[in-house]
């Protein structure tokens, strides 16, 4: 983001352009949605109640990724308007998206966190009083939403707080070590708040959430293994809540174990960080930016008469 024409007032633009346009864009997407359903003779009394802890329902989880997902061109636009540079510098140190990248990190986070929320979830079923009450009735919509919309709201998350807030939080300190800490833990915490009121240790696990993520887009010099992170995470939680019901907790860490939960997640996030830098030698994530001039090219000149 520090190009040659950066100036400290430009991540301000950026983030404020970004709240704005998006919050637009959500209000637009929500009203859309109820349109639609009403539209498809849905009665005004029976539509979904968006409260989150209805989200086993396929149209509010539906609702709640579709307005997350419009982010993403938010954060294109702040890019080009705010930094005058292309979308794809949201993605990677190559502009772009490394699509080589997905399926190895996949496997590596289903190998550690796939494992804890798996432990996690039967320590729930076994451990504490839950009992199974799936599948939910809506289970085919249900995973037709989470498999097709899940992994886009999760990239939509990363591209807000690690694609553009932390770049323009590093982009203000002049240390680049002191700026990626800084960054990180600004916009891990930041991270967790914005997902409402929540209990201490569900804003633990969802702070360290977001230093993972921020660790292995430093490792990594992109977004791609931050995207599988939190794709995987979701789409893995959503899927055991619609299969095995509401004893899978699916915005905090379930009560009863909690701790035991916890240290799980922290234990499996932990894990997968190691293994990505561990990887780094065989995938060779490209971490730096060739010299080049990252600003847009300017329009031809208009000839003279």
Do not use: K
């Not at 886009?152 to 690690?162: C, D, G, N, P, T």
């Not at 299969?243 to 932990?270: D, F, K, N, Q, R």
């Amino acid at each position: 983001m520090r190009t040659r024409d950066w100036a400290w007032w430009r991540p301000l633009l950026g983030l404020l352009l970004l709240a704005v346009v998006y919050l637009a864009l959500a209000v637009v997407t929500a009203v859309a949605g109820v349109l639609g359903l009403l539209a498809s003779g849905v009665d005004p009394g029976e539509l979904p109640d968006l409260a989150v802890d209805q989200l086993s329902d396929p149209w509010v989880l539906l609702f709640l990724n579709a307005s997350l997902i419009v982010a993403i061109p938010c954060v294109w636009m702040a890019w080009a308007v705010a930094h005058g540079m292309r979308r794809g510098w949201s993605s990677s140190v190559l502009a772009r998206l490394r699509l080589r990248l997905f399926l190895p990190y996949t496997l590596m986070a289903l190998a550690t966190l796939g494992v804890g929320i798996g432990l996690a979830v039967l320590a729930t079923f076994t451990l504490g009083e839950e009992e199974v009450t799936g599948p939910v009735s809506s289970l085919g919509w249900l995973l037709v939403v989470v498999l097709l919309t899940t992994p886009l709201q999760s990239a939509a998350e990363e591209y807000v707080f690690r694609g553009y807030l932390s770049q323009a939080i590093a982009g203000w300190i002049r240390a680049p070590q002191a700026g990626a800490v800084l960054a990180a833990l600004l916009s891990a915490l930041l991270f967790a708040a914005a997902h409402g009121s929540q209990d201490p240790l569900t804003f633990l696990d969802r702070f360290a959430f977001g230093l993972a993520a921020s660790a292995v887009v430093w490792l990594t010099g992109g977004l791609e293994a931050a995207i599988v992170l939190h794709a995987v995470n979701n789409v893995l939680v959503f899927v055991l809540a619609g299969t095995l019901g509401e004893g899978v907790a699916t915005e905090e860490v379930p009560a009863g174990i909690g701790i035991g939960s916890a240290v799980l997640s922290l234990a499996s996030m932990a894990a997968y960080v190691v293994v990505v830098a561990r990887s780094r030698r065989r995938l060779v994530p490209e971490t730096r930016t060739a010299a080049l001039d990252l600003r847009l090219p300017l329009p031809p000149p208009v000839p003279a008469r």
